[in-house]
């Protein structure tokens, strides 16, 4: 067992750090909320020079061909420095999918340029019913000439608003059981009978409604099998949900962080009010789940990039660092007082993440479950 | 980073759970004896099946070879206490005591005298130690203990009161901690002493545990005398020796590997049982809890691991080996709380009826896992270490 990072991943997470505090401020985070596209496309380019796109992309496909755990570490300095954009949807939602289930073609065609940062994916899974199992999946692809005709409304689909394709979760036949009968498609956005839609969410990170209508998608743009797609669906699922953990602890020890230096800093009734023992013992609490988060992740996260069985690991990890994060940045909020509840203040950005997070992925009940029936029951 | 174990642990593991499968007296399983349950009989098990790892080489797998371990890695130590308390071996609060906390300090700070006198035979299962740390007026304020230790000629002669004693009553010597120097500040006054249980002037009396057993006492010492030899270490640096061997206490490994036996235990219980017409096992109340427990326990187990890998590379965990300690602590009671829930009026009844879900042993941990949060340091006492210690946030003034 070996539970630290090597030299070369500690310097990935403080080049990554640097670039980030440097390059994306506060400032811009909260702009950018405000903003139609969601994202920075100079940071965008910045970002791809670095190789971060292709961070884990074969070097055949002009990627970096670092590891799983490489990736974690970025998505780690990401959240905690809440970098907006179509990173996420881009690399684990767009280009590990595509590695795993795409043609030649289709790899030689798109993963390059992914690596360039010249192309923007996400992925349309979820619908309203608002799950992330096969059974929610009713949008419609049937065979028509020589390709598919997709009709449906996807919901929650992350910045599909700047996306060039949309790997699109449909349903081609009614099969035995929900799984059976699935098929994945690179839809290219600007097809016609699109029509997307920026949803008001509690994060404004652009999550997004997509509808649609007749849209016509060749067959050479099947990723995968043609009815067997739920399995790639899954396994990125898994890869998707340990990400967003990645983010979570990152978001979370940067609410710690703040939190700490608030505490060392406020006076109160003539000393800091981290001299207080309850509010001592509130940053214990919050440092334990942190701490305990991470190391949980990082297994998950080393099962996930070995490509070794990881379901349980990975609802434990989500489960818990769901609920980790939300916990961390509410008493990072109430160590605040008043300015924590102000949009003013940097700390309420975590809170209202921590939410958006908990929910992507199977929210804490979703993973329950699953640990629930890998433990027997 | 690798997050698995090596060949040899595994082999390790596999030579160890071979073993207990085979060894564990029959009667140990019937008494189905948990932490803090302590009678005559478990008392004769336990120190025969000492003796029996003790010739092993297995009652202090990690220490050197001269003192009667084996100078295995601290992984497979922790791969040792994983399996003993995973498959329930037979084990009492003072072996751990003994091996754990007071002769790794002996390690330390011992002359080679003390380490060739009580090492090895604590490594055989020959001796335990009780620990003579809490007084009356000093729980958690241990450094204002007043029980004192005064030099007369080639003596110490000792008197004070220690409480929370724990198995005192079988105890060959008290790993005692007293003041010196009383006009010092109250950390630099304190020494480390071994003091043997017969000694004249030593008086045992017992306290009932909340479980009903006798595993606490509190202890007399009416002018003790004993030899000068028989102090550990520097004199008046005992504080900071007993700091040390407060951390050999909080790794605590074992936490998880008990609660995922008992997990289990709980899971086959609600595939078997019945309530209002439904197996328990479908409630979604039920497996919500169940789930839960299951994520603290893998939450636990890592965080452990981890603690443990400080130690491999020569680390000394404080805070980590604080939060250890406390995460483990409140497992049990969140496991033994979710399990009494689940059980319902079922789980109120201890071994000896036959109605008792489990031998009641879900109620007995309910009970045991009070004192886990309080022994050793109360929780909030190490929320304390990992905020000022680990955080470095100001300490609060204290008079």
Redesign the interface.
Known sequence: ??????EEQEMLRTTTRDFLTKECPKTLVRELEEDEKGYSPDLWKEMAELGWMGLVLPEEYDGMGMGF?DLIILLEEMGRNILPGPFFCTVILGSLPILEAGSEEQKKELLPKISAGELILTLALTEPSARYDATGVATRAVAQDDGFVINGTKLFVENAHIADYIICVTRTKEGASPEDGITLFLVDAKSPGIRCEVMPTMGADKLCEVVFADVKVPKKNMLGELDKGWPVVQRNMEQAAIAKCAEMIGGAQAALDMT?AY??ERVQYG??I????V???Y???M??SV???K??L??AA??VGEGLPATK?VA?AK??INEAYKFVSERGVQCHGAIGTTRDHDIGLYYRRAKAAELAFGDT?F???L??Q???? | MHFQFTPNEEAFRKEVRYYLEREIPKRWRELGFGLWEETDESWAITRDWNRKLGEKGWLAVAWPKEYGGQERPVMEQVVFNEEMTYQGAPTGVETMMTIGWVCPTIMIYGTEEQKQEYLRKAAKGEIVFCIGYSEPGAGSDLASLTTRAVADGDDYVINGQKIFTTMAHRADYCWLAARTDPDAPKHQGISMFIVPMNTPGVTVRPLTNILGFHSFNEVFFDDVRIPKENLVGEKNRGWYQLAIALNFERSGVAAPAGAKRMLEELVEYVKETRRNGEVLAKDPLVRHKLADLAVEIEVCRMLCYRIAGMQSKGLIPIHEASMGMLFGSELMRHLTTAGMQILGLHGLLNRGSKWAPLSGAIMRGHLASLSLGVGGGTSEIQRNIIATRGLGLPREPRV
């Open positions: 067992m070996n539970l630290d990072f090597s755990m700490l505490a060392k000393r800091p981290g001299s207080f023992q509010i001592q013992h940053c214990a609490n440092w334990i701490e305990t988060g190391n949980i990082y297994q080393w099962k690991e434990v489960g818990y009940d993973q329950r479950e640990v629930a890998q433990i027997g029951l």
